[in-house]
């Protein structure tokens, strides 16, 4: 409970960090200013949760129905419920929190990698105590984001928040 409060509190602080300023690949897009991080390589793990992976994924598979390459869980992830989905302007979108043995670097070097397989520039990056940021958007102007979230606490699993939005 308190790592999905922490989470959920962190991922609405970068929201509200970036409400005032339009961000420079998208005049909607709502970066969050924050610290640099360094990444480090991702993890590898045996568990799957879903029937298919995407091609190339390397274990890898979506959070939902039709999430884009880059909105995919960790590998070996476990899912605490079904990702939430919805349509918006900027195309289909949804968020889901999962749980993964990885540290978070582990995990925000491996969404940083996705985003940039899929075209994604880096819009922010947070590192703050036990819990690491990444945001990133598309530099064409469709609407494409990705947002995640991870936090460990000491004895217990990474809790990760992933949300995105296709675009158009």
């Known amino acids: 409970m308190k790592r999905s409060l922490a989470a959920t509190a962190i991922m609405g602080a970068m929201i509200l960090a970036g409400c005032g300023e339009p961000s420079p ?3 909607d897009a709502e970066p969050a200013a ?3 991080t360094a990444a480090a390589p991702a993890a590898e793990a045996a568990a799957r949760i879903a029937p298919t992976p995407p091609s190339g994924g390397a274990g890898a598979v979506p959070a939902a129905d039709g999430a884009p390459p880059f909105a ?3 590998p070996g992830g476990v899912p605490q419920e079904p990702a ?3 349509q918006g302007s900027d195309g289909p979108g949804g968020i889901v929190a999962f749980t993964t043995q990885a540290s978070p670097a582990e995990v925000i070097a491996f969404y940083r990698q996705r985003a940039e397989a899929a075209g994604l520039k880096s819009i922010n990056t947070m590192n703050r105590g036990n819990s690491m940021g990444y945001g990133a958007g598309g530099a064409d102007g469709r609407g494409q984001n990705l947002s995640v979230v991870a936090t460990r606490v000491e004895g217990e699993p990474t809790s990760v928040q992933l949300s995105w939005t296709a675009g158009r």
């Open 25 to 27: 690949v998208e005049e």
């Open 34 to 36: 924050a610290a640099d």
């Open 72 to 74: 995919v869980i960790y």
């Open 84 to 86: 939430t989905v919805a």
